[in-house]
Structures are given as C-alpha cells and as structure tokens.
C-alpha cells in the first residue's frame, strides 16, 4: 500500500471511531436524562478514561493491554499458546526480542534494569485478532482514542492524558497515577516502559513498580482474503 493510501485508510478509521464516539454521546445522553429532563452530553478531549482495574499499578498497564486489542504470547517450545505462563523459557525468548539495539542509552538503561530485577514476569497466551492491520496500528499509536470512546460510555472513571506523541499520564481516579512511555514502535513489535504509584487509605506506604511492556505482532491473511492480525504480550514488572 502506498503511503497517500496508508494515510487516507488512517483518516478514515478516524472519522469512523468519531462517528462511534458520536453515537455513544447520544446513547449515554438518552440513558441518563430523564423525559424533560435538562443534561449535557460528555464530549471528547483530549483527556480521555478507560475501564478501572483496581489493582495497584493496573491504571497504567491496563492502558497498554486495551490498546492491544490483545494480549497475548508468541509460541514457544513446548508451551501452550493459550494459555498464560512465567516459565523460563518464555522469559529468555521474550528478552531476545527486546529490541535493545534500537533504544538509546538512557532507555537501555531502564529497560534492562526493569529485566534484570523482574518481581514478576508474564506471558499471556496468544490471540488471533480479526482486524485489518492498518487499524491495528492505528489504535497503538491513538490509545486515547479507544480511551475516549470508554468516556463517553460512561463506563470508566480512568483518565489517560497524552502529554506528546509518546508519553501519557495515566489515573483510575482511586489511588493508582502512572506514567506510560513507548521506546520503540514498530508494525511488528512495540516496547512501552511504564512507572507507577499506588495509594491507599488502607496502606500505611504507597506500592511503587516500574514495568516493560513487549508487543509482538504478525499479520496474516487467511484463504478468502480476510486479514488477521496474531498478538503476543510480555510483561516485565519490577516493584520498588
């Protein structure tokens, strides 16, 4: 596809996610105000929400995975691609895909500490996603978009704020603020490094984690043309 082509395809899916937002605003308008009633309809800003997770660091993870459309991880010998693990092997063949080579010194350096102090370590099991490409990538670069569209469903309280084209705020409204930043974006793979804060009434100290996010995708077109997009997810969360 040519880039003019590329970039009236990204306009268009554009104008059709406007138009969801615009139909959701009428949906939520009707449910919330009663027969004579006076209310306003929410519009979309550039601050956007998206669905709580209530666990502590979630707000900024949960940003990266709804954007994914997916989540999940490449096949590796011997797992089973459905099913989510912590093994070893996932873990050493997640870390040779880190694309190291591409980040600059400052960004080496965070990444490779998050890996090399991991808490936890997932893998999610892997998902066939049926989405042409180019709106795939579309929502990867504009995850507020999708987060705007929860907005104005009235479906969350989480805030996301783009503060450039590769960093964001992030807020479920009860305690958890991080922020999110994407060190390498690529069509076949994605690494966001993400830091955050959780504080609560109920604990006498505030959780802290930083966390590597790895995106993996290839892209398929099935027998009658259809096009599909294959997702992986790797998640490296190391707690302060």
């Not at 519009?43 to 900024?60: I, L």
């Not at 370590?121 to 569209?149: A, G, Q, S, W």
């Not at 109920?202 to 077109?221: G, K, N, S």
Request: overall charge positive; glycine content about 8%; hydrophobic content about 40%.
């Amino acid at each position: 596809m040519s880039q003019g082509t590329d970039c009236l395809a990204r306009r268009g899916y554009m104008h059709l996610l406007m138009g969801w937002c615009t139909a959701a605003r009428s949906v939520r308008a009707r449910r919330k105000v009663r027969p004579g009633a006076r209310g306003a309809n929410p519009t979309c800003g550039t601050t956007s929400r998206r669905p709580s997770s209530g666990r502590p660091m979630a707000a900024w993870a949960a940003v990266c995975l709804a954007v994914f459309l997916a989540v999940g991880g490449s096949r590796v010998a011997g797992a089973d691609p459905h099913r989510a693990t912590s093994s070893r092997a996932a873990r050493h063949e997640a870390i040779r895909a880190v694309p190291m080579r591409h980040l600059n010194e400052e960004d080496r350096h965070r990444v490779q500490t998050v890996i090399d102090s991991t808490s936890l370590y997932r893998h999610m099991p892997t998902k066939l996603i049926d989405c042409d490409p180019h709106l795939f990538l579309f929502l990867l670069e504009n995850p507020d978009v999708i987060v705007n569209i929860w907005e104005v469903l009235g479906v969350s309280n989480v805030a996301l704020q783009r503060l450039d084209e590769n960093t964001f705020l992030a807020t479920d409204g009860h305690g958890t603020k991080g922020r999110i930043e994407v060190l390498y974006s690529h069509m076949d793979r994605q690494l966001i490094f993400a830091r955050g804060r959780y504080e609560s009434p109920l604990m006498r100290h505030a959780v802290e984690a930083d966390c590597v996010l790895l995106l993996r995708a290839t892209y398929l077109r099935g027998a009658s043309g259809r096009r599909y997009v294959r997702a992986s997810l790797d998640a490296f969360v190391q707690f302060q």
